[in-house]
């Protein structure tokens, strides 16, 4: 069983920026990844990282803006939000992938989940 602890959530303005961090209790050769939930909406993906950090993806609406990275000395997984906007506003879940799988952003493939951390973005 994999533990996942978010942190770095908050309320920002508009044009603000988060980091969040996720610490796992262990992420030997997982893949890990971030999505978020807005109310009435479903779970989408964000962004995501592989073991090694050679390939990463992100969610076409937060291209250009959120960056994720990884420090596996450390368990943690980071997602640095820049240029917040309203549309942001979400509880944002930190995910482990099922071991040996290729990097995906389908949230099925993703087999421990963390609490949630909220981001609120004010106009």
């Known amino acids: 069983q994999v533990q996942l602890v978010e942190s770095g959530g908050g309320l920002v303005q508009a044009g603000g920026s988060l980091r969040l961090s996720c610490v796992a209790s262990?992420?030997?050769?997982?893949?890990m990844g971030w999505f978020r939930q807005a109310p009435g909406k479903e779970r989408e993906f964000v962004a995501a990282?592989?073991?090694?950090?050679?390939?990463?993806y992100y969610g076409d609406s937060v291209k250009g803006r959120f960056t994720i990275s990884r420090d596996n000395a450390k368990n943690t997984v980071y997602l640095q939000m820049n240029s917040l906007e309203p549309e942001d506003t979400a509880v944002y879940y930190c995910?482990?992938?099922?071991?040996?799988?290729?990097?995906?952003?389908?949230?099925?493939?993703?087999?421990?989940w963390g609490q949630g951390t909220q981001v609120t973005v004010s106009s």
């Open positions: 990282i592989s073991w090694g950090g050679g390939t990463i």
């Open positions: 995910a482990v992938q099922r071991i040996g799988r290729r990097l995906t952003t389908t949230l099925g493939e993703y087999e421990y």
């Open positions: 262990i992420v030997s050769s997982r893949s």
